[in-house]
Nanobody, 124 residues
């Protein structure tokens, strides 16, 4: 069964850092564009960051530019989201998702596989 599993969430103080991981089982992430999305309480899910199959192309939501970094290690079948200078407004459940389309625009509608999410809470 194809699965994505997120890990690395938790409680962190404002200004702190976390690294989220997205690991795949039963399929190879090499053939997928991977996106990170988040959903804060009472809000719609939004895109955070995206990385191409090779890792050569990345993009970020304006709200996280300069603070978050997406990367992938295809040998480990894992994608990461390094989150620095965290703010209370970053509090959300973070999801990773996979899009098999070579020309993915990294929108939620194109994602075929989703993880169950990991909770990030930024609070003092």
């Amino acid at each position: 069964q194809l699965q994505l599993v997120e890990s690395g969430g938790g409680l962190v103080q404002p200004g702190g850092s976390l690294r989220l991981s997205c690991a795949a089982s039963a399929f190879t992430l090499n053939y997928y564009t991977i996106g990170w999305f988040r959903q804060a309480p009472g809000k719609e899910r939004e895109g955070v960051s995206c990385i191409s199959r090779s890792g050569g192309s990345t993009n970020y939501a304006d709200s996280v530019k300069g603070r978050f970094t997406i990367s992938r290690d295809n040998a480990k079948n894992t994608v990461y989201l390094q989150m620095n200078s965290l703010k209370p407004e970053d509090t959300a459940v973070y999801y990773c998702a996979a899009d098999p389309n070579y020309y993915s625009d990294c929108k939620q509608s194109g994602m075929d596989h989703w993880g169950k999410g990991t909770l990030v809470t930024v609070s003092s």
